[in-house]
């Protein structure tokens, strides 16, 4: 038995329900909303931040990182060529380097801001930091991402998916950051065209169905949102 | 051979040194600025940030997590009971837990402040973005360091060391942060005593002599950073 602490709209959190999509594990979800500070969330990870995840021999296991290794080393050999970190050290390397991009800097630079200022402040009480979003922020994240999406079309011109011939882990992370802000119609999909294909292909996977129903009381998903031809 | 592009304050750099030091691996070290973004190391991490290791068979290993892993899965086991990622799953899941915890939300909320503010940008042009500290951000981050200064004490107070009974990537992480700033003087011991005992300890290592012979040119180092009984 499998439980994720998450919100619906935490990329982090989807990066793990993606994962667990692709090998074949249904989760229990328990959402999660970090900003109330739950003290038995807080025992379960002190760095108070979504997602966590419970299996019953390991205990408590924080944040996508954390628990990316930790999948993959319980259950990575079992699933030979779908495996999700590669075998051989340069596809390792190369798909922690994206784990980092997308998990650090992709959600520091966009998904962070859009998500705090668009969705957790409108949950949030005055205390907690709620209100008004910050429009700078919004601005500088609509603007951040442009070149990052340059970067997913620069990468998938040379190869099948983000960190070589497979798909791997920095697929699934680019995706489940990018499905957050698309949520919210935030994603210019018009920037590059390679980019846009390679998303389609990781958004019509079977993996990716519950992202796509998932639905957050008060934002109405963008028209594209769940339409895989878009 | 083993090449590391590193800055001799950068904090990440100063965990994978004493890395290296811990498995008996002496690299050659070349400084980097990062915010002249050359374009050679650009090539070899398009994040553009250190540290960058190099070794002929793999390659150019980009940023603290990546680096780190590679050495844990080409050099782990040949460590025995030294080895840095301990075996067992759930101190592989803390020690990655507090990895995260230093190299990512204590370089945010403090050492990543107080580095850039007053060293980084004493060395950028006024087009890289130098000048003068922000002082609102030095003072953050200087309140900001007493809650982790703390968080190590109460691990510290149940634990031999901070992810469990032996010396991990967890230790020399926290470390180095904490090495980057002391140098710069901010870090206020008195705050924690049993924090301080832990640090003397680490400081103590023979992998930690290279770190307190760095000089930073312009830069005297506070007293207490080379004093191993501070």
Known sequence: MTDLYHHPLCPHSRFIRLVLGEMGIEPDLIEERVFERRRDFLVMNPAGTTPVMVEHEAGPIPGPGPISEYLDETRGLGLGD????????????????LLDWFNAK?????????????????????????????????????????????????????????????LTYADLAAAAHLSSIDFLGDVPWAEDETAKTWYAR?????????????????????????????
């Open 82 to 97: 779908r495996r999700l970190l590669p075998d051989d050290p340069v596809g390792r390397v190369e798909t922690r380097r």
């Open 106 to 166: 992709f959600f520091a630079e966009v998904s962070g801001h859009l998500i705090t200022e668009k969705v957790y402040k409108r949950f949030m009480t005055q205390d907690q930091g709620g209100g008004a979003p910050d429009m700078d922020a919004v601005r500088v994240a609509r603007a951040n991402i442009r070149y990052h999406l340059r970067y997913i079309g620069f990468l998938i011109r040379s190869r099948n998916w983000l960190a070589g011939d497979r």
């Open 202 to 230: 990781v958004k019509s996977r079977p993996s990716f169905r519950t992202l796509l129903a998932d639905r957050v009381p008060g934002i109405i998903p963008s028209p594209v949102y769940a339409d895989l031809d878009f």
